[in-house]
């Protein structure tokens, strides 16, 4: 085989690898939507497959009204490498977050990456978890974890502290250009009113009982998509 031919073929597989991958990925993202993940908002860069921008609403316990933004990133070889990286931006105070880089520590429940057994959606359902569970055994935050168990009003204070700073800066402009960063406004009755209205409004009888949308001609078996013929 002559050097051109060894060339095409490497550029061909090359490209099936890069399109096989970003299905990988895709597909990850798709297993989301089976998933119950409370409060849990995630998409990938409009930019950057391997990275996705997130959100969580935290509903109860110590950190009640919290609204935590972090970013997924996923490892150049995905899913055939290193364990996917949280960042919460900015870092919260938390025992399981390091303090300086905001990453959250997933040693405990991911020490390697197994493609057949470990999902994104997984590390999410941890992410919930975290917030309910904070006697972390391997902890990233010393003096969190030490508050923690040791002075619980102190623990308390910063936490508060943290929820507060996280509610009065959700509105911050974002610190990218990305399409998909998840953004949030303030509440507008003229903007929001009419929507909020049609979701207050009661069903009517039968209504939302229809199972799809049918790919035939009323009244006969005859595709849309295809043209009739005499």
């Known amino acids: 085989m002559s050097e051109e031919s060894n060339n095409n073929v490497k550029e061909i597989r090359e490209l099936y690898s890069m399109f096989h991958q970003e299905y990988?990925?895709?597909?990850?993202?798709r297993m989301l939507q089976t998933e119950n993940l409370q409060g849990i908002y995630v998409i990938p860069s409009y930019e950057n497959s391997f990275l996705w921008f997130g959100v969580i609403f935290v509903r109860v316990g110590s950190y009640e009204g919290g609204i935590f933004r972090f970013t997924l990133s996923l490892p150049e070889k995905f899913p055939d490498d290193e364990v996917p990286?949280?960042?919460f931006t900015p870092s919260i105070y938390h025992p399981a977050v390091d303090a300086n880089?905001?990453?959250l520590n997933l040693s405990e429940v991911f020490p390697q990456w197994d493609r057949k057994r470990n999902h994104i959606w997984q590390i999410l359902k941890y992410l919930h978890w975290i917030f309910q569970n904070l006697n972390m055994k391997v902890p990233s935050n010393i003096e969190a974890s030490a508050a923690y168990k040791t002075n619980r009003k102190l623990f308390m204070d910063r936490v508060r502290e943290c929820v507060v700073?996280?509610?009065d800066h959700v509105f911050d402009d974002p610190?990218?250009?990305d399409k998909h960063y998840i953004t949030f406004k303030p509440y507008d009755p003229e903007l929001h009113d009419p929507a909020?209205?049609?979701m207050l409004k009661p069903p009517?009888?039968?209504e939302g009982h229809n199972q799809g949308i049918s790919w035939v001609q009323p009244g006969?078996?005859?595709p849309f998509t295809k043209e009739e013929t005499t």
Do not use: D, F, H, R
Request: aromatic share 12%; hydrophobic share 35%; charged share 15%.
């Open 101 to 103: 880089t905001g990453v």
């Open 196 to 198: 909020k209205n049609i």
């Open 165 to 167: 700073y996280s509610i």
């Open 204 to 206: 009517k009888p039968n």
């Open 24 to 29: 990988i990925i895709m597909a990850e993202y």
């Open 85 to 87: 990286i949280l960042t």
């Open 220 to 222: 006969s078996y005859q």
């Open 175 to 177: 610190p990218t250009e």
